[in-house]
């Protein structure tokens, strides 16, 4: 059910396969606020109009009003404090910090070193064979999930930090999902992360935000 409170409707600029803007509709969800879908695709995100929203081009962007916004981990923190309702963040320090640490390491040690972020793809489709495109994505997902199942051994409880969805079940759940799904991870080595993955997919908060789920996803969508 969406926020009696909300004013407005907010926009979110957004592709289907983009495990950033994945991110976004969870919170979105957790929030219970409404959005209209704004699809972008990959012609038009390099477009004027839309380096006017946000000049790297990239999605996701949140639009509240006339307020406009890009990148994933600013628009989850603007509608953690605007919107603080079902928070993702604990009021612990501990917990709190270390569902930062979880959200860095998927954001900043994983997707950017691998060929699931769009312009690393583009610039080596040409470059390398696929074979070595598998390898090098896998590598670079199971270092960063190593590092991901010693930060939460001992604080995971139903999910990665004790049993409330915060911040970084929002960043793992489509890292996970990515993993498991396009890139064929082994998840052997993962015990941890791969029971919280289970524990996302029953979240109708995560069900909803699905890649296939998304309004520009093609018909028949299989990763």
């Given amino acids: 059910m969406a926020d009696e409170n909300q004013k407005q409707k907010l926009k ?23 959005y209209e ?19 790297l081009g990239y999605v996701p962007v949140l639009v509240d009003d006339d307020f406009v916004l890009g990148d994933s981990l600013a628009i ?9 309702q079902r928070p ?8 709190r910090v270390i569902n930062y640490q979880a959200a860095n390491i998927v954001s900043s040690s994983i997707q950017p070193m691998h060929l699931q972020n769009l ?6 489709e040409a470059k390398i064979s696929p074979d070595e495109k598998s390898s090098w994505t896998k590598y670079h997902i199971k270092q960063g ?8 051994k001992d604080c995971a ?28 991870v082994d998840m052997s080595d993962f015990p941890l ?14 069900q909803d935000a699905m890649p296939e789920k998304q309004p520009d996803a093609p018909h028949n969508t299989a990763f």
């Fill in 157 to 184: 409880g139903r999910y990665a930090i004790g049993d409330e969805v915060g911040l970084a079940d929002v960043f793992l759940a489509p890292q996970l999902d990515a993993a498991i799904r396009r890139f064929n």
């Fill in 12 to 34: 979110l600029y957004s592709s289907w396969i983009s495990s950033c803007s994945f991110r976004v509709h969870i919170a979105l969800n957790l929030k219970r606020l409404k």
């Fill in 76 to 84: 989850l923190m603007y509608l953690e404090e605007k919107y603080p």
């Fill in 37 to 55: 879908y704004k699809a972008v695709n990959e012609e038009e995100h390099l477009s004027p109009e839309f380096k006017d929203l946000n000049p």
């Fill in 88 to 95: 993702m963040l604990p009021k612990d320090l501990h917990k």
């Fill in 145 to 152: 999930f190593t590092a991901l199942e010693k930060l939460l």
């Fill in 119 to 124: 312009a690393v793809l583009k610039y080596w």
């Fill in 193 to 206: 992360l791969k029971r919280l993955y289970d524990a996302y997919l029953e979240l109708p908060e995560v």
